[in-house]
């Protein structure tokens, strides 16, 4: 059982790049989230879905877009990269009957330049 | 003013110490509590939940919540050098907007063997 996938694991980016980070869980959990953590700052919210079709925006969603086409899949797409979208990032995904138990990924350390 | 505060510490104790971690919110309508370890490099992993106020116990690891002080607290005993992690604070509300968390800025732990 692989849980949430990240992929890639590091990427460094130069300014104006564009990419996609790829997310997957095999728990068939309904709700997805996508988090950015900078040191000394916790964990903030970028967007999140809670089912196929369906997604919203969370706390710091500027730079940012997602798409929901499966259960499995929830992919974060920056666009335009900026020096202040380097960080880690942290896909997870929960179960609607107990959505405070998240199940993160690895992460991925992206880093603009 | 930060919704959830945490003191990021870092914190250092020796093997068999107690250790104690807090953290303080604004918003009354958080209901549910979580606390989240974080190993090095790793995504975060749900330790404990407790709904409401009170007393939550799991081993060596002990949660707290009062609700009136809009405080809560981790406790862990006889600590070892196997709980060196980051420690992250969340907490939701209830019904519809469940799935968002809240995250604290997390505090550094290390248990010196």
């Known amino acids: 059982n692989a849980g949430v996938t990240q992929t890639p694991k590091f990427r460094i980016l130069k300014i104006g790049q564009s990419m996609t980070l790829q997310c997957t869980q095999d728990?068939?959990?309904?709700?997805m989230y996508w988090y950015r953590q900078d040191p000394g700052m916790g964990l903030k919210l970028i967007y999140y879905?809670?089912?196929?079709?369906?997604?919203d925006k969370g706390e710091v969603p500027n730079g940012y877009n997602v798409s929901r086409s499966t259960t499995e899949d929830f992919p974060l797409r920056l666009e335009l990269a900026a020096p202040s979208q380097t960080s880690v990032y942290f896909c997870?995904?929960?179960?609607?009957?107990?959505?405070?138990?998240?199940?993160f990924g690895p992460g991925t350390r992206l880093t603009v330049t | 003013q930060k919704e959830v505060e945490q003191d990021p510490g870092p914190l250092s104790v020796p093997e068999g110490a107690i250790v104690s971690l807090n953290c303080t919110y604004s918003?009354?309508?958080?209901?549910?509590f979580m606390w989240y370890r974080q190993y090095s490099r790793k995504g975060p992993e749900l330790l404990m939940y407790?709904?409401?106020?009170g007393n939550k116990e799991d081993g060596r690891f002990t949660a707290q919540v009062d609700k009136s002080s809009k405080y809560i607290s981790l406790f862990i005993r006889d600590s070892q050098p196997s709980d060196s992690a980051t420690y992250l604070c969340?907490?939701?509300?209830?019904?519809?907007?469940?799935?968002?968390?809240?995250f604290g800025a997390g505090t550094t732990v290390t248990v010196r063997a």
């Open positions: 879905s809670v089912g196929a079709g369906i997604t």
């Open positions: 728990m068939n959990h309904n709700y």
């Open positions: 969340a907490m939701s509300e209830l019904q519809s907007n469940d799935y968002k968390l809240s």
């Open positions: 407790t709904y409401s106020s």
């Open positions: 918003n009354s309508a958080f209901q549910y």
């Open positions: 997870a995904s929960s179960s609607s009957m107990s959505s405070y138990e998240q199940y």
